[in-house]
């Protein structure tokens, strides 16, 4: 464990569940062709904040965010809200007569967790979030879609962890949902609007390469042209690590590399400033490697989370100027 970095408990205070405000009626939203390609796993993010204090700008003088059960009525009341927009992450998913996963829009709600750990943000071993974050930040996804926690840290830190069903949403899709709870938080209209449509890529639609649609061409590719997967191959068990590229080493990788190789990741204020960290997270399993490069508003830095190969963290490691292992220093800075 990285010096300083504290092993914990988180005790969680209570569970229930947030519907939408406004409910929609029962449907079934069909996946897309995309959609049907991902296996059932669960993606977590989360967002830490060192000390939030109430920041301006919100239409309500009179808000102020001085302890945690205000932030947590505040962001409640705003989930209720945005889950109107965002009605299919109050739904369940489940499987049709074929086979295929859909999602059931019953407005069951999202699972909302309030939860405590005796530990400061500066303790965290987040260079190994299966230590430090798993299952403890980021909480287990429950009976729906979506599960979110809050977790009051020693010394006034919050962390707003998240999990979601792939299935339901991309890291794009849940940026936007999560951009649109913040400013619904902060008394702001929702900057973009989400579109469920299925039209082009729905599940229904027949695809052959023959198709007079050049898109479909574009988009598709047949499996049938595709190479079988090397039976003889042999796969490590991917691990989990949190990396940080410093601000001028992203300056030097972008003057080689051009300005263009940037990920775009949610500008959190839910009221009481900016998040001092921000990392996605999935949990181990599985044979593929996931790498997600994530910019820092606050620092100019880059975190780069990896789920890969030991092998491949070797070789990351192998120049520490670079791949910075995001240990208990990175917030003592």
Same mark, same amino acid.
Not at 42 to 61: M, N, R, S, Y
Not at 209 to 224: A, E, G, V, Y
């Given at each position: 464990?990285?010096?300083?970095?504290?092993?914990?408990?988180?005790?969680?205070?209570?569970?229930? %569940?947030?519907?939408?405000? *406004?409910?929609?009626?029962? #449907?079934?939203?069909?996946?897309?062709?995309?959609?049907?390609?991902?296996? +059932?796993?669960?993606? =977590? *993010?989360?967002?830490?904040?060192?000390?939030?204090?109430?920041? %301006?700008?919100?239409?309500?003088? &009179?808000?102020?965010?001085?302890?945690?059960?205000?932030?947590?009525?505040?962001?409640?009341?705003? @989930?209720?809200?945005?889950? *109107?927009?965002?009605?299919?992450?109050?739904?369940?998913?489940?499987?049709?007569?074929?086979?295929?996963?859909?999602?059931?829009?019953?407005?069951?709600?999202?699972?909302?967790?309030?939860?405590?750990?005796?530990?400061? !943000?500066?303790? @965290?071993?987040?260079?190994?979030?299966?230590?430090?974050?798993?299952?403890?930040? *980021?909480?287990?996804?429950?009976?729906?879609?979506?599960?979110?926690?809050?977790?009051? !840290?020693?010394?006034?830190?919050?962390?707003?962890?998240? %999990?979601?069903? $792939?299935?339901?949403?991309?890291?794009?899709?849940?940026?936007?949902?999560?951009?649109? @709870?913040?400013?619904?938080?902060?008394?702001?209209?929702?900057?973009?609007?989400? &579109?469920?449509?299925?039209?082009? #890529?729905?599940?229904?639609?027949?695809?052959?390469?023959?198709?007079?649609?050049?898109?479909?061409?574009?988009?598709?590719?047949? @499996?049938?042209?595709?190479?079988?997967?090397?039976?003889?191959?042999?796969?490590?068990?991917?691990?989990?690590?949190?990396?940080?590229?410093?601000?001028?080493?992203?300056?030097? !990788?972008?003057?080689?590399? =051009? $300005? &263009? $190789?940037?990920?775009?990741? +949610?500008?959190?204020?839910?009221? /009481? =400033?900016?998040?001092?960290?921000?990392?996605? $997270?999935? &949990?181990?399993?599985?044979?593929?490697?996931?790498?997600? +490069?994530?910019?820092?508003?606050?620092? =100019?830095? /880059?975190?780069?989370?990896?789920?890969?190969?030991?092998?491949?963290?070797?070789?990351?490691?192998?120049? +520490?100027?670079?791949?910075?292992?995001?240990? %208990?220093?990175?917030?003592?800075?």
């Amino acid at each position: 464990m990285a010096s300083g970095s504290k092993k914990y408990e988180v005790m969680i205070r209570s569970i229930e %569940t947030v519907v939408p405000v *406004v409910l929609v009626q029962e #449907h079934i939203l069909p996946q897309s062709n995309f959609d049907l390609l991902l296996p +059932p796993i669960d993606v =977590g *993010v989360f967002f830490c904040f060192q000390k939030p204090t109430a920041t %301006t700008g919100t239409e309500d003088a &009179s808000v102020a965010f001085t302890t945690f059960p205000t932030m947590v009525a505040v962001l409640k009341e705003a @989930l209720s809200k945005v889950l *109107v927009v965002y009605y299919p992450l109050a739904g369940e998913m489940v499987t049709n007569s074929v086979g295929e996963s859909q999602i059931l829009c019953n407005n069951r709600g999202v699972d909302l967790i309030e939860a405590y750990a005796d530990v400061e !943000l500066r303790e @965290l071993n987040l260079y190994n979030p299966d230590d430090s974050v798993e299952a403890k930040l *980021v909480p287990k996804k429950l009976n729906g879609i979506l599960c979110i926690q809050f977790t009051e !840290l020693r010394c006034g830190g919050v962390v707003v962890g998240c %999990t979601f069903d $792939h299935r339901a949403a991309d890291a794009y899709s849940f940026n936007m949902f999560m951009s649109a @709870l913040a400013n619904i938080a902060f008394n702001k209209p929702i900057n973009q609007m989400p &579109s469920f449509c299925r039209f082009l #890529h729905s599940s229904q639609i027949t695809l052959s390469s023959n198709s007079p649609d050049p898109i479909f061409n574009r988009t598709f590719t047949p @499996l049938s042209l595709q190479p079988p997967p090397n039976q003889l191959i042999s796969f490590a068990a991917p691990v989990n690590r949190i990396y940080y590229i410093s601000a001028p080493g992203i300056a030097r !990788l972008q003057e080689i590399a =051009g $300005h &263009s $190789h940037r990920r775009g990741f +949610p500008e959190i204020d839910f009221g /009481w =400033g900016k998040a001092a960290f921000g990392s996605y $997270h999935c &949990s181990r399993g599985g044979k593929v490697g996931y790498v997600m +490069p994530i910019p820092q508003e606050t620092t =100019g830095d /880059w975190v780069v989370y990896a789920q890969v190969a030991p092998s491949i963290v070797a070789a990351m490691e192998e120049e +520490p100027s670079i791949f910075r292992p995001l240990t %208990t220093e990175y917030f003592c800075q």
